[in-house]
T-cell receptor
Framework: EAGVAQSPRYKIIEKRQSVAFWCNPISGHATLYWYQQILGQGPKLLIQFQNNGVVDDSQLPKDRFSAERLKGVDSTLKIQPAKLEDSAVYLC????FGTGEKLFFGSGTQLSVL | GENVEQHPSTLSVQEGDSAVIKCTYSDSASNYFPWYKQELGKRPQLIIDIRSNVGEKKDQRIAVTLNKTAKHFSLHITETQPEDSAVYFCALAGAGSYQLTFGKGTKLSVIP
């Protein structure tokens, strides 16, 4: 079974620039999550999709972050403009359940904002 | 989201000893409690989980216990091995929200 795919693996940008991350979940998983993991901390949920609809985006800084999941499969997360404090690993996860159970994580994108 | 406190933040044990990590929460509606292991530079991986209608669950050398009254749950690793060295995260989800909230993590070091 193929896992959750993410790209790019690393990204370095300057503040105020834009960046986009891509995620391809495990086939058949209806629920997709984007998490932000700052060094030394636990993952923090940014947004949760069920198929192509948003279930929870209460912790997404909507003035600069946006995410979409067209066709209910792949997803992209965008930051525009980036700030220094956005430096983190952005993890995508998927699940066959919509209840927070059995999440499979991708390898993440490590973002450094200079 | 729900708050979850995790302790200790770091833990060192001798190989073969047991390790225990504890998490406390405040929302009694929380009903799902997983534990994730994250090795350095790698993705978090689910190692064990428990639902609120169960008090304990075991899988070989790892076990999770849940005390709903006291609102805490713990990860127990017996006969620790060097490959158990990693950061362990507790998490929880509530009946009213499907958001999975993570603790801050415990860095476990198993000394050979």
């Amino acid at each position: 079974e193929a896992g959750v795919a993410q790209s790019p693996r690393y990204k370095i940008i300057e503040k105020r620039q834009s960046v986009a991350f891509w995620c391809n979940p495990i086939s058949g998983h209806a629920t997709l999550y984007w998490y932000q993991q700052i060094l030394g901390q636990g993952p923090k949920l940014l947004i949760q999709f069920q198929n192509n609809g948003v279930v929870d985006d209460s912790q997404l800084p909507k003035d600069r972050f946006s995410a979409e999941r067209l066709k209910g499969v792949d997803s992209t997360l965008k930051i525009q403009p980036a700030k220094l404090e956005d430096s983190a690993v952005y993890l995508c996860a998927s699940s066959a359940f919509g209840t927070g159970e059995k999440l499979f994580f991708g390898s993440g994108t490590q973002l450094s904002v200079l | 989201g729900e708050n979850v406190e995790q302790h200790p933040s770091t833990l060192s044990v001798q190989e073969g000893d047991s390790a225990v990590i504890k998490c406390t929460y405040s929302d009694s509606a929380s009903n799902y409690f997983p534990w994730y292991k994250q090795e350095l530079g790698k993705r978090p991986q689910l190692i064990i989980d428990i639902r609120s209608n169960v008090g304990e669950k075991k899988d070989q050398r790892i076990a999770v216990t849940l005390n709903k009254t006291a609102k805490h749950f713990s990860l127990h690793i017996t006969e620790t091995q060097p490959e158990d060295s990693a950061v362990y995260f507790c998490a929880l989800a509530g009946a009213g929200s499907y958001q999975l909230t993570f603790g801050k993590g415990t860095k476990l070091s198993v000394i050979p």
